[in-house]
């Protein structure tokens, strides 16, 4: 027994002595595992390049998304340039040329004061395209607000704003901007104001309506878990969502704006006399339709157009945000 344990020992010992040339026992080490490799964060870049492809794409493809497009590009280069391009003062009058047809110095003709309709009509351009767009987004930053808070917060803020909507929108929009715009002194800019205050409602259904939809999920919850407010969530995480559905309603709102816009100028609760405003040029004009025809056609005609080309444009952007053709 004392032989075995010495030679336990014995072996141990051996196994433990450095070796005489001085180095250490060599071990046997496990081969080195190589670090994985670093994944970059997803890029947004090729989902933006992707968007605007399909954009490209949707708008090529479609033949009343390309004429939209170009009109209402066309109307708006004249927003900016049509002024400096007008041949003549849209204001001057020249009786001795009264109701003269279109020519080469008038083009499209002068009306019964011997003003050139051109003129007024590239002046006219600025004010129909910059009201639309004043109006739109005086609605939405209303209709936004309003139907963020009724959808976001619920309860009796919500049956309240609801209910302040359901009041005007029980009343057809034109009659009670003509409404409005009779108690307030007739103008462009109250006429404007009567418009925004009636076309809000339609923005903050859609509004409520989106929010509702996207509160409960699953990325609204995780915000609220990492404590974030109320704001920062419904302006970091609802409001980009909700963003297509009223690009596209603001962009088909725009023709029925500058529609209403023109009729109340046309009965005289818009836009006045003298200014060269495309509801005002066909009011004048009505009462020599029959003879001088161009007076009130030409203005008639750039309604028409611009209405047509964003009720396209809206169309198209649609189509874009379509998830079902996002193919």
């Known amino acids: 027994m004392m032989r075995a344990l010495t030679a336990k020992l014995g072996s141990a010992f051996s196994a433990s002595r450095v070796p005489r040339d001085g180095h250490q026992p060599v071990t046997e080490l496990e081969p080195a595992v190589a670090p994985p490799?670093?994944?970059?964060?997803?890029?947004?870049?090729?989902?933006?390049?992707?968007g605007w492809r399909r954009a490209i794409r949707v708008i090529d493809q479609s033949l009343p998304a390309k004429v939209g497009l170009v009109v209402v590009a066309f109307y708006v280069l004249l927003t900016v340039i049509g002024p400096t391009l007008a041949p003549y003062d849209p204001l001057a009058q020249n009786l001795a040329i009264r109701l003269a047809p279109p020519a080469r110095e008038h083009l499209l003709g002068t009306d019964q004061l011997g003003r050139d309709i051109l003129s007024r009509l590239l002046y006219g351009a600025r004010l129909s395209v910059v009201s639309a767009v004043v109006t739109v987004v005086i609605s939405v930053a209303i209709g936004v607000i309003a139907g963020a808070v009724a959808g976001y917060a619920g309860g009796w803020v919500d049956e309240a704003l609801m209910r302040i909507t359901?009041?005007?929108?029980?009343?057809?929009?034109?009659?009670?901007?003509?409404?409005?715009?009779a108690i307030l002194r007739p103008s462009?800019?109250?006429?404007?104001?009567?418009?925004?205050?009636?076309?809000?409602?339609?923005?903050a259904r859609l509004m409520?309506?989106?929010?509702?939809?996207?509160?409960?999920?699953?990325?609204?919850?995780?915000a609220r878990a990492q404590g974030f407010n109320d704001l920062r969530i419904v302006l970091r995480h609802l409001l980009p969502n909700c963003f297509g559905p009223l690009l596209v309603q603001a962009t088909l709102d725009m023709?029925?704006?500058?529609?209403?816009?023109?009729?109340?100028?046309?009965?005289?609760?818009?836009?006045?006399?003298?200014t060269p405003e495309w509801g005002v040029m066909v009011s004048e004009g009505r009462t020599f339709l029959q003879t001088?025809?161009?007076?009130?056609?030409a203005p008639a005609i750039a309604i028409l157009t611009l209405v047509m080309g964003f009720n396209l444009l809206g169309d198209g952007i649609r189509d874009i945000l379509d998830p079902r053709i996002r193919g």
């Not at 500058?258 to 003298?274: C, D, H, K, M, N």
């Open 166 to 181: 359901d009041v005007f929108l029980a009343f057809p929009s034109l009659i009670l901007a003509l409404a409005i715009a």
């Open 208 to 222: 409520r309506g989106q929010v509702l939809a996207t509160r409960s999920l699953e990325y609204v919850d995780a």
């Open 255 to 274: 023709g029925s704006i500058i529609l209403t816009v023109a009729g109340l100028s046309f009965i005289g609760y818009g836009a006045q006399p003298p």
């Open 37 to 50: 490799p670093a994944v970059a964060p997803p890029s947004t870049g090729g989902r933006e390049r992707s």
């Open 292 to 297: 001088q025809w161009w007076v009130a056609t």
């Open 188 to 203: 462009l800019t109250n006429a404007l104001i009567a418009i925004a205050v009636t076309w809000w409602p339609t923005y």
